[in-house]
């Protein structure tokens, strides 16, 4: 797994966000630090919970300048509907191919249900010049990250 002081692995993805269009991680870095958190499956009561959840604390993130970003392997169709039907600001990237899960070496497979090569759930905080500050990854499907362990990361960068 990609870790603390390792250079954050670009990428080029769809970016759902009001619109779908490609981006970059390095797009984002030219505005500040970005927190990249990815998720196994959109709709999930987990996901469901994770991302309202970094919505609430999304002024506090906009206060330190920073960027949210959520990555799953779910279609830009999926994370369109996720995103309205949620109300999320956060802008939302399809690793569809898997690319920047592989990257990061976040990839989870689901057995019990037969789903193989989704995210894991992980949060990754990577600063203005692209090294990772945090990293985190879930222990199990279940588990939530630390918000305020993630705000305190973004908030000691310089």
């Known amino acids: ?47 469901t919970t994770e991302f309202c959840t970094f919505q609430d604390e999304l002024t506090a993130f906009d206060e330190l300048g920073t960027t949210v970003l959520g990555i799953s392997t779910d279609t830009t169709y999926a994370l369109e509907r996720f995103r309205a039907e949620n109300n999320l600001s956060i802008g939302l990237i399809s690793d569809n191919n898997g690319e920047i899960s592989n990257a990061y070496d976040v990839v989870d497979d689901f057995e019990h249900i037969a789903m193989w090569g989704i995210a894991q759930r992980s949060v990754f905080v990577v600063d203005v010049n692209g090294i990772v500050q945090y990293a985190w990854r879930a222990e199990n499907p279940g588990q939530q990250p630390d918000y305020e362990a993630i705000i305190e990361a973004v908030d000691t960068l310089e």
């Open 1 to 47: 797994m990609v870790t603390v002081g390792d250079t954050a692995p670009d990428f080029i993805a769809p970016l759902v966000d009001d619109d779908i269009k490609a981006t970059s991680l390095e797009d984002h870095l030219e505005e500040g630090p970005v927190v990249l958190a990815f998720f196994p499956a959109a709709f999930s009561s987990t996901c």
